[in-house]
């Protein structure tokens, strides 16, 4: 049996046992990523799509997606990725590959490569190595990610990545309990990348589960402990995936919660207004 260090879940696995993520399995002598270089998505997004409102603002960068992802969230807006396995069709490509088609795109004004979509560190290991290369090249290397990883295995990448945009579901346990998650987790990885990157925060606000005055107030001040220029995104749910049944957030709780965290932080942006 085998323990995957990658993320707080710490899988063990039999040989030939695929972990909670489906993207990563015991192979008999160590735990692989079954996604490495499996791409399910790829394109050219505007920086602030990420969103990455302050790192190159007027840029554009290189987006890629595999399939997977530690956490269950049921209202998840790419769940035909992030809920797929290996049997989800997919487009083979080396970190070399993917290096090439970002130095070609600069020209379009592309300043490197975004693991986005899905969640990227259970792709940890094509990560670690695409973002190698691009760090030679002079380009990019740029996260989207739900932030619940391992303590020890984001120390051991961050040197590499330039920006992250953290999502932080709700600031409480009990939202993370529905969701398969952990909030000290998220909170420790908005610390530590801080500390060694540019860092955006976004909360998708949806009504019912995370949407109090308090609960933003008390998030933007944690936040602001960090550092009060951290960005916050304040975004608004639309109905996905299984949670048809509530409304989108209405767009004046959006804007209300977003003057609350501006009490304690110097950027806030309101999405999908």
Not at 82 to 88: C, I, L, P, Q
Not at 122 to 142: A, H, P
């Amino acid at each position: 049996m085998k323990t995957c260090e990658i993320c707080p879940h710490h899988c063990r696995l039999n040989p030939g046992e695929i972990g909670r993520c489906r993207a990563r399995k015991n192979n008999g002598e160590k735990i692989i990523p079954l996604n490495y270089g499996e791409l399910t998505s790829i394109a050219l997004d505007p920086i602030e799509k990420k969103p990455l409102n302050r790192f190159y603002p007027g840029s554009a960068i290189l987006s890629v997606g595999s399939y997977g992802c530690n956490l269950n969230c049921p209202f998840c807006q790419n769940f035909e990725i992030s809920m797929a396995d290996s049997t989800f069709g997919t487009q083979k490509i080396s970190p070399h590959e993917l290096v090439k088609i970002a130095v070609d795109l600069k020209s379009r004004g592309n300043i490197g490569v975004a693991f986005t979509y899905n969640e990227p560190f259970i792709s940890y290991e094509f990560v670690r190595d695409t973002s190698e290369i691009l760090k030679s090249v002079g380009l990019k290397s740029v996260l989207v990610t739900n932030g619940t990883v391992a303590a020890g295995a984001l120390k051991r990448i961050l040197p590499l990545i330039d920006a992250m945009n953290i999502d932080l579901k709700g600031f409480s346990q009990k939202v993370y309990d529905y969701l398969g998650g952990y909030f000290d987790t998220v909170m420790q990885t908005i610390k530590l990348a801080a500390e060694s990157c540019h860092v955006e925060v976004t909360t998708l606000i949806v009504p019912g589960m995370n949407d109090s005055q308090e609960d933003m107030l008390a998030e933007a001040g944690a936040l602001a402990e960090i550092s009060p220029e951290i960005p916050l995104h304040v975004s608004r749910f639309f109905p996905r995936y299984k949670v048809k049944n509530l409304p989108p957030t209405d767009v004046k709780k959006i804007y209300a919660l977003a003057e609350i965290a501006r009490t304690h932080l110097k950027y806030v942006y309101t999405g999908n207004c």
